[in-house]
């Protein structure tokens, strides 16, 4: 447990960053699950209505830290083959 007050200070600060960082990560896997079940049924429009949707939520991601820029030009990069492949 947290001695000071510092560290006390950074514990709730941690916790209110992950409680946020967890609706952020969930709302992105969302608009990729969202590509993946389109894909899945094999309608390209709305494949690829659902890919555009997710690109910025994907950019948004990497530029709020929540995951690694290479990280989300991977995923961005296994949508868009799917999709085209449809």
Known sequence: MANTAQARKRARQAETHRQHNAGRRSMM???????????????KEDAQ??????VPVIDRSANNGL???NK??????????QVKAL
């Open 29 to 43: 896997r969302t608009y990729i699950k969202r590509v993946i079940t389109a894909v899945a049924t094999g309608n």
């Open 72 to 81: 989300a030009a991977r995923f961005k990069s296994r949508l868009n083959i």
């Open 67 to 69: 995951i690694h820029k």
């Open 49 to 54: 209505a659902a890919f555009n949707e997710a």
